[in-house]
Every structure is written in C-alpha cells, then in structure tokens.
C-alpha cells in the first residue's frame, strides 16, 4: 500500500491506494462504491487480468484515505483524476461500483465497467419522504444533532462532512452523464440487487449507446462471485 498527496483547489487530499502488477503499460482503475474501500475490490479482481497494472484506491473518506471535506461527485472526480496523472496512469479500463460507477463514467475512460452503478433516481417510498421531511424540519430547530438518528445506514458512524457528502450525491440524476458518455461500456448488475435495482442498469444501458448489458445472479456486490466471467467479456472487447 501507499499514499500520494493530491493538492487540488487549496485542499490537500492524502490518497491510500495499492499496485498490482506494476511493471505492466495498460491500466485497470478499480473504484469501490459508498461506504466501502479498495479492499473489497481487490478481493473481487485481484486474479483477473494479469497483463494489465491494477490501481485500487480509497477513494477520499473511505478506507484508509481521509477526508475533511464536504464534497460532490464531481470533486471526487476531479481528485481521482489529479491522482491518476501524479502516478502518471493512463484511463485504459476504469470499474466502478455504485457510487464508483458514476465517478468511473466522469472519468471517461477507454472501457467502462459499470458495476450495479448509481445515478438513477428512483421514487421514494412514502415512509422515506417522511422521514427526510421530520429531519428537515427537526435540524431548523436544533442544528445537525439530530442528524444521527435520521441517517441512512450508508453513512452510519461517519463524521457529519461526509453525511453532507452523502446528502450531495445520493439523489443526484446522471442520466444526461451516461446519455452523452460515447466510450465502449459493459454493464454488469446482481439480479437481486435492491441497492441500485436491475431496471436502473436496463435504464443505463439504454442511455449509453455503446454498451452491453449483463444481467448475473447475486446482490450488490454480485461481482464477488462473478470476477472470471466479467474478465472473460472484457477480453472479447480488448
């Protein structure tokens, strides 16, 4: 593992991240999703892929890499790609998982590998739109600290930047992104995914007219089970 500082609009970012392969000319950039960290991806694909040098970062408040920062996905954007050009690495093929997923498209690599990504807005449940109505009303009477007992599970125990953070990106649409995104994508999606549901990626795949849909058994993190057939449809497009 290693760290690299990025600088970027006077804040400084301390990027954890790890190499594998590191002799090899093309690159694999493996972005996880919210709330979870670069180990869980290398889990997934460390073993696929030989021929090409394998990046797994933490993205800015996950895992190992801090954050102090309220953000939005497009300054993790930003971040990801100042770091790609201090390790001097090239957008050859970039995964991204949920929250991964749309940063990964922002970055508009040679492939894109979407996994169960976000950036569809689907309609809330009632009991939802209650609660984020109770917690509006609750914080213009007692500041943020309430925020804890309203919060969704995806930020359970973080500090308040990064749930303000969450709040940024969550309900974002990104469907003109994937609409206007012209690279050659492959979508992969857990059938039984209730994070990020399969109409989302079926409504993705429509978007991006360069793209192959997979639907696979599994959750949202179907790929743990499914990392030799995802490499095998990446070698029929290198």
Request: net charge positive.
């Amino acid at each position: 593992m290693a760290v690299k500082k990025v600088h970027l609009n006077s804040r400084d970012f301390e990027i954890n991240y790890e190499i594998l392969h590191p002799k090899n000319k093309k690159n694999l950039i493996i972005l996880h999703g919210w709330g979870s960290n670069k180990e869980i991806m290398k889990q997934a694909f460390s073993e696929i892929l030989p021929t090409h040098r394998h990046i797994y970062i933490d993205m800015p408040g996950f895992g190992k890499s801090s954050n102090d920062y309220i953000l939005y996905t497009q300054d993790y954007k930003k971040i990801i790609e100042e770091f790609l050009k201090a390790i001097n690495a090239k957008k050859d093929i970039i995964f991204g998982h949920s929250f991964g997923g749309k940063v990964a498209t922002l970055l508009n690599p040679k492939l894109l590998v979407l996994l169960s990504s976000s950036g569809i807005v689907m309609p809330k449940p009632f009991s939802v739109c209650l609660k984020i109505r109770v917690f509006k009303l609750l914080k213009n009477f007692g500041g943020g600290k309430f925020y804890s007992l309203f919060a969704s599970k995806d930020v359970s125990g973080m500090k308040q930047n990064m749930y303000e953070t969450f709040k940024n990106v969550v309900d974002e649409d990104f469907s003109q992104n994937f609409a206007s995104h012209k690279g050659k994508t492959l979508i992969f999606w857990g059938k039984e995914d209730t994070a990020t549901t399969i109409c989302t990626g079926e409504m993705i795949s429509e978007l991006i007219e360069d793209s192959h849909f997979y639907p696979l058994d599994g959750d949202h993190y179907f790929f743990l089970q499914h990392a030799l057939l995802i490499e095998k449809e990446l070698n029929g497009q290198l």
